[in-house]
């Protein structure tokens, strides 16, 4: 994924996302060309605290996903919030029209692809994941849990690569920015309009302090002072 550094997600909105996505395009690569299947997920942690933890999925067992010989690492991408940025919301739109774009958060995470068939195992993730989307497992009668249980097979992809990309037009102005959130807003995507006024408005804000700066011929100020 090409990422312009000013674009670069920040490590704690990596880890919100891989906490609050609900679906993953799961990509596998086979000799006959890729596969993508979109699943459920739920993110765990590494036990240590280190590393970016563990993506668990599950598939049907007639699914061949996972039975099939891939090439390589398994991709699996998350989506952030995301909407249509209309030109005409930029403050400087009438001196210097501009053009529309899509404003976006996603993240690609890699790794292994580890089958499990075990049925503790399975019956694990499958809690999580009811329990996640405020259902109990334990409530639903043990018979046919069972019957579900032989049906499906747990994927589980250890994160080792992670790419993650925020474009939510911190390469506009401060003014151009927080026009862009008032029409975000409008149209009624309150979480695209969140993450850009966490991200967007502090990064244009410090931008456009050191273009001025440079362009007073003063030395940047710290991000500090």
Not at 33 to 59: C, D, K
Not at 71 to 97: F, N, V
Not at 127 to 134: K, P, Q, T, V, Y
Request: glycine fraction near 8%; charge should be negative.
């Amino acid at each position: 994924m090409y990422i312009p550094r000013h674009f670069t997600m920040n490590p704690a909105r990596v880890t919100e996302l891989l906490q609050s996505a609900t679906t993953a395009q799961l990509v596998t690569a086979h000799e006959d060309g890729p596969a993508a299947t979109l699943l459920p997920l739920t993110w765990r942690a590494h036990p240590s605290g280190e590393g970016w933890g563990s993506l668990i999925f599950h598939v049907a067992r007639v699914n061949p996903v996972w039975k099939r010989p891939h090439l390589g690492d398994a991709l699996a991408i998350l989506s952030g919030p995301d909407g249509y940025i209309h030109a005409d919301w930029y403050a400087s739109q009438e001196a210097e029209p501009g053009v529309s774009t899509w404003n976006y958060a996603t993240v690609h995470a890699y790794g292994p692809l580890v089958v499990h068939d075990d049925p503790d195992w399975v019956l694990g993730a499958s809690r999580e994941l009811s329990s996640r989307h405020g259902s109990d497992l334990d409530q639903v009668d043990p018979g046919a849990v069972a019957k579900m249980l032989r049906a499906i097979v747990g994927i589980e992809v250890p994160i080792a690569r992670i790419e993650a990309k925020d474009k939510l037009s911190q390469n506009r102005s401060p003014d151009d920015v927080r026009g862009a959130i008032d029409g975000v807003r409008a149209a009624g995507h309150d979480a695209l309009a969140d993450a850009m006024d966490e991200v967007s408005v502090p990064h244009a804000e410090a931008r456009y302090q050191l273009l001025r700066d440079l362009g007073e011929g003063r030395r940047p100020r710290s991000p500090r002072s």
